[in-house]
């Protein structure tokens, strides 16, 4: 218990597939460089996004007005975040000298109290604190802290982790139980996370005892926000947020108490994130039982099949169990991130591979289906069935954009995308001193020290066709190596064998243990099976009842409209039919189709223009073809459906 | 054409039903007494009204701040135009002396130049119709007006109509097209109709060209609304209008452009009404035109099988064609109550009773579900699938409340409904000097004169066993009386007979023909085969593909889980078996159920509290009792259905 696995640094893997580094390549060759012109207000038909101007403004180089969400500073320190990690994976050194300017500019912005923040400076500059419940001072600080931390890590510059340290010093003198203190906590949590970041580069407790704070205040009676409401008279800074409840932001009970994921998913998974890193520090069972009961909880009756969470538009939080929505789902790309961080963690500190189904199936479905093959167009709300016309302004899917956009005037998403795919490394491999931990099956190269010399592993990987996943371990030869590799939900018993012998594994919570022991240059090659599966929900899940949805390996697939016509509500699908793969080119990333035979309620026998009448169903058979979730809206717009009703017989 | 049928008054009308005296008697008996309590804020657990208050405060009797909503006048308003029926159709005398006082008082909160609302008169004196898209005056002045026409007609008693002319006489003087006039029209559509029947009242030719400009003015370029709000900065009084567009109010486009229904559902019914009355009195063939087309639109595309109308809950609007969710539907009482005399308007234009098909199914559906059996509990929103813990405050389905409330802070609907069914009279007959149209099968008479002398139709109905309507005709002996009797969707060839003889009819118009020769006292007979009808969607209607529902003559069914147990989206059923008629006494009002069989999906194979897995489909054989959707939620709160999906083979 608390033998945390280590993650690897991001230098020492390499990603190589051909998948993923579509998108990780992305990072530096589009996706940082069209940001940074968001972020400078230079795209054109993109909403305006004010973030370097206001700290432009609050440096006093400019005059004006703070322009955007209050939150607007973390834009760019999500975006330092991505080029820290794209230098530390040797793929961004280019954008080393324009972060270096920014970095200095966000020091001028800096108060000489360590305070930073270009929303309170400008326009309330008397009201520091005084909304924890909007106003996102913390989160914006946390985002701060973890850029800090990432950009010290990748080029050893500590000038952003000073910036971000006196901030934190002055948070961790202003917030706490001491008599002269705030017993507040964030609106927003993210900061916590930020902070344990924090403590373990500089070994300074106090920000892991702040963290802990924030944590075990949070929810208390008397309640924080409720005083700090009423103190405002109930005004409140966004409109909407006079629906306001503690829930919404996890504050309805102590952390401790909760035993259901509630409330705003992205808030609620950065704070489960940091309940689990402060169960290890502190060696907390208690926390981590929590921990393990919120997973559960999230995963098992609050998820959609695409690893995406928060059932309703309103409030982008979770509902109740089973309550899973698929046209007006709200699914965050970011709280998808942050289920995965939070199963990341949740692995390293149990050891436990299954984790890992879940962080898998976020990132190969919600989070790619959260960017554009192109790199530049994002989905903020990824719902599971679109009707395009449905997604009406004004109405009760306005949150749902049936076509990704250029950016958001909340536009947390698009960033967080990116630090994601920078530091995807950091998913693929784990160790602790005895074994590499293969998590996810990405093709790439993790190099690392065995008893103080040089080792590697490589992994060529093909999920989508074969199922082979071969893995060769270089290490000095009079050295063994334990591999724990996992074994995914798709298939329990993949075989193994090592230079072409098949052999026998014992499995430990869900990864298969492989001695390597003539080390040297081996290779172990796991086959996985991985034939297209029909899966259904839960009996419980009223809004899939009689539905089924198309699996393969981790991939979700899903029906569009320019393959399969307009009303896929109407689409039957018979299970008992073979499902074929087909390419014929047309896919991004020369992705499959996977093609099958079903029926299609059809207006033949219908009336007229009737609206209502005596029941007459006539199914005509007709094949369908279905795409990777992660990559549809990419062709053509259209209707997208990813449950199909199933004929049953 | 413009040879519009008459209304009965509501004293020439007497219902003596089994399933509708419950409720027309229980206006009178618990509704007018509960509302009156209300509106006097003496019921403790129900959000306080503060409605009579205003007015005291006003008239400055007492001192105070204005509470409620800006148009919390309209209850009191309403409230009055219910007693007025009640007075006028025999039942509410015992209200007449109570109804005077409150009369009284709101002559007292009058302005001199006869202006009357409580919000602006006490919070924002000098901003009167500055805020036409918000502040609702001219909505409540209609709402004034109706009352104002009923209690005259009712009592002979003209201090409320002359209250309501003072009024309007300003408004007409505020509002036109000459120099000094405002070129606004209101926010929420009401008074135009208000002010025909004014007109029709009166015949001050004023009244009804104010209603004129009103409707033509609406949507005209430049907008008279988007000039408005700029005006205004963007500030709205309600935050949640940030969202505001101008087909919210049907003011994008002038209403003679205007083809499909679009945004509030209740303003938009109001408007239609208004259109109609205005096509009516100019003899206007493109403005019934118009009318024709949004009437279609709304019922062949956008309305629930129950008559409800207003897919978003957001903004309680229309969405789009045949864009229909279950669990989310707005579906508000009010805008049932809008389309039901939308439709009376148009029948009566046009002598088609197929307009009667969609009155009689908002009337029997959701107009009765927006009550409770005992009168003192009201739906507001309508859906048509309900999961109880799913309708979370603070959510997408925060509109949604599983069980009737008490009463609400937007309280139109309570009020609505009694004003409707203390005139229910006026749906049942119409007439012209040649016919009696009856149009609703409610058992009941009719006094009238035949050519100065008197005669009587008594209609007997069983609509929910026999299907018998047997209509008896007392006319002078030497008259001969034209019946045209409604053909309803459910029978299109009833059997008719005249006392024990079967005869032929023809039809017009959806109207079997019917001519009482021998005059006197004669029975016609109208045998309807109400056979449990399994009905389904137009295919287009994504929501409800591959599903059916149950109708039985006008009563749609739905399942409620304290007869099916949970989880009612898992039921499916077998159109192919016996729909049988079940009574226990267990159901309100005496009313069957129908029981059929069906299968359920269980968790019996279910792997666990794994949330996705590998497609298993058990289905357990069950039988199913449906209860009609207009008295669901009347034993013990729970699910709910009306969509179930049917076994296809």
């Known amino acids: 218990m608390f033998s945390i696995l280590q993650m690897p640094e991001l230098d020492q893997v390499a990603i190589n597939d051909k998948l993923w580094n579509h998108y990780t390549n992305m990072v530096a060759d589009v996706i940082i460089p069209y940001q940074w012109n968001i972020l400078n207000d230079r795209i054109p038909d993109a909403p305006p996004s004010y973030c370097l101007e206001n700290f432009r403004i609050t440096a006093g180089e400019t005059a004006g007005e ?51 923040n270009t929303y309170y400076t400008i326009a309330e500059p008397d009201a520091r604190w005084s909304n924890l419940v909007e106003g996102h001072e913390l989160y914006s600080a946390g985002h701060l802290i973890e850029a800090g931390v990432a950009y010290y890590k990748a080029t050893g510059k500590d000038k952003l982790l000073n910036i971000s340290r006196r901030f934190a010093d002055l948070i961790c003198s202003v917030f706490g139980s ?84 509630e409330g705003h998913a992205v808030r609620a998974m950065y704070m489960f994130c940091a309940m689990a890193d402060l169960a290890v520090e502190y060696k907390d069972e208690e926390m981590l039982n929590v921990c393990r009961e919120l997973w559960l909880n999230t995963t098992r009756k609050r998820m959609y099949i695409t690893g995406g969470i928060g ?119 784990a160790y602790d001193e005895n074994t ?106 009223s809004e899939n009842s009689g539905k089924v949805a198309l699996m393969k390996g981790p991939f979700v697939y899903c029906l569009e409209e320019m393959d399969n016509g307009r009303n896929l509500s109407s689409v039957f699908v018979d299970t008992k039919e073979t499902v074929e793969e087909y390419r014929d080119g047309s896919l991004p990333l020369g992705l499959p189709y996977l093609v099958y035979k079903g029926g299609r309620l059809t207006d033949v026998e219908w009336n007229g223009n009737i609206l209502y009448d005596d029941a007459r169903f006539n199914i005509e058979p007709t094949v369908l073809k279905a795409v990777p979730y992660g990559i549809w809206g990419n062709r053509k717009p259209g209707e997208m459906i990813v449950w199909q009703k199933a004929l049953l017989r």
Chains 1, 2 share one sequence.
Request: hydrophobic content about 35%.
């Open 66 to 116: 703070h322009k955007g969400v209050v939150f607007i500073d973390t834009d760019i320190y999500k975006w330092l975040e991505s080029v820290a990690y794209c230098i530390h994976n040797g793929t961004g050194s280019r954008f080393e000298a324009i972060a270096d300017e920014v970095i200095d500019l966000i020091g001028r912005a800096q108060q000489n109290d360590g305070y930073l």
């Open 178 to 261: 001491g008599e002269n203190q705030i017993k507040g906590y964030p609106g927003h949590q993210e900061i916590e996370l930020a902070l344990v970041k924090l403590y373990r580069l500089t070994g300074d407790r106090k920000y892991l005892e702040c963290a802990k704070f924030f944590i075990e205040e949070r929810g208390k009676q008397p309640n924080y926000f409720e005083a700090e409401i009423s103190k405002r008279n109930g005004q409140f800074l966004f409109p909407e947020l006079k629906d306001y409840d503690l829930k919404y932001s996890q504050a309805h009970v102590p952390v401790r108490e909760q035993r259901t994921a």
């Open 311 to 429: 059932s309703s538009g309103h409030f982008e939080r979770f509902t109740t169990d089973y309550h899973l929505p698929n046209a007006s789902a709200y699914c965050e790309t970011c709280a998808s991130i942050g289920l995965a961080l939070f199963g990341r963690r949740m692995a390293a500190i149990e050891h436990d591979a299954s984790y890992y189904d879940i962080v898998e199936r976020a990132l190969y479905n919600t989070l790619l289906a959260g960017i554009s093959i192109e790199g530049d167009r994002y989905f903020y709300v990824n719902p599971l069935e679109v009707v395009p016309e449905a997604c009406m302004d004004a109405t009760s899917l306005k949150h749902v954009k049936p076509v990704r956009q250029r950016w958001f005037n909340v536009a947390c998403c698009p960033t967080n995308i990116a630090r994601t795919l920078a530091s995807l490394g950091q998913y693929i491999y």
């Open 436 to 541: 590499v931990y293969i998590n996810l099956f990405i093709s790439s190269s993790f190099s690392f020290e065995v008893g103080g010399e040089k080792a590697e592993i490589s992994m060529e990987v093909d999920l989508i066709d074969s199922g082979n996943v071969s893995i060769t371990v270089k290490t000095p030869t009079d050295r063994r190596l334990r591999l724990a590799v996992r074994i995914p939900e798709y298939d329990r018993t993949p075989e193994f064998s090592i230079d072409g012998k098949k052999i026998h594994t014992e499995s430990d919570r869900n990864y298969a243990i492989v001695e390597v022991e003539q080390a040297g240059n081996q290779t172990v090659l796991m086959k996985l099976k991985l034939k297209p599966r029909w899966i259904a929900s839960h009996p419980n899940v």
